[in-house]
């Protein structure tokens, strides 16, 4: 039986619609003439239909294209990925970046409000014990500590507080300065040529650059 394809109703034509259902007539013998059909027209019709196949499947594949005929290649995919990627490390490498400033600057911030605690800590202890360290002081000055058993007491005390920072400061000679001086007497004096402190009333007391208590003095000015 020879394979012919069915011809569409309405006449032939070169191109059958390709929506159109298709028969294959495998019959040998032709059933309006009764003659016995040729095999090479079977084949003829198989490789007929064989190319119409593979037209409609070319046609299938050129409609699912890009418009304007053009494709995205592997390539382009991947470079794609790639520049991805590499705006999304970027941004993480900056919000690594912010995190790591933020904390840098924290930690500044603890060490320093750390300090200034310790130093007003230290403030504090030498503001409770100035009566006691003037008395001191003044003990000193008239020598009843020499040879007496406070004086390794308060050589002790004060040992201990410097070792904190705390200082004793003021002289008899040295330039008046009212940022540290605190003057309670003015007078004038001949040998000077800029005010100086020529007494120390009671001296005074800082922790590191912190003044807990300006030394008061009496300061003599240049003579008129």
Do not use: C
Not at 2 to 9: A, F, G, S
Not at 12 to 39: C, H, L, M, N, Y
Not at 182 to 188: D, G
């Amino acid at each position: 039986m020879t394979d012919q394809p069915n011809t569409p109703v309405g006449g032939s034509s070169d191109e059958p619609d390709p929506t159109r259902p298709r028969f294959t007539d495998k019959r040998r013998i032709d059933p309006q003439t009764g003659a016995v059909r040729d095999p090479d027209t079977q084949g003829q019709a198989r490789a007929d239909a064989a190319a119409e196949s593979a037209a409609a499947e070319a046609g299938a594949a050129d409609d699912g294209a890009a418009p304007g005929g053009s494709s995205t290649s592997p390539a382009d995919g991947a470079a794609e990925l790639l520049e991805q990627a590499q705006a999304l490390a970027a941004e993480r490498l900056a919000d690594l970046q912010r995190l790591q400033a933020e904390y840098v600057n924290y930690r500044r911030r603890v060490d320093r409000d750390r300090d200034v605690a310790r130093d007003q800590a230290i403030i504090d202890v030498v503001e409770a014990l100035m009566g006691t360290l003037d008395d001191i002081e003044l003990a000193r000055t008239h020598g009843e500590l020499e040879g007496g058993p406070f004086a390794a007491i308060a050589e002790k005390l004060e040992a201990t507080l410097a070792r904190f920072g705390w200082e004793r400061y003021g002289a008899a000679g040295e330039t008046f300065d009212p940022n540290v001086h605190e003057a309670l007497m003015h007078s004038h004096a001949e040998d000077v040529t800029e005010p100086t402190v020529v007494q120390v009333l009671q001296p005074g007391h800082r922790v590191g650059e912190r003044i807990v208590r300006a030394a008061r003095v009496a300061v003599a000015d240049p003579g008129a």
